[in-house]
């Protein structure tokens, strides 16, 4: 899978869902979203950065 976004904005601030959802109080999540302690339990408490492809790089000061 390849994702590409793309902001008229020096600055990138990368929220994940699972993480947010991961370290929100358990009732909450379930309840909301009706889900079972699986997912919940499933999801990463740790975000994932954002990786640079090999070959593409971005420089802010330019």
Do not use: C, H
Request: charged residues 20%; hydrophobic residues 40%; proline residues 10%.
């Amino acid at each position: 899978m390849w994702f590409l976004e793309m902001f008229k904005s020096n600055r990138f601030v990368d929220v994940s869902l699972n993480q947010w959802m991961a370290l929100t109080p358990y009732e909450l999540v379930a309840s909301n979203l009706n889900v079972g302690p699986e997912l919940i339990d499933a999801l990463p408490k740790q975000n994932w950065p954002v990786v640079k492809y090999p070959g593409y790089g971005y420089d802010p000061s330019e």
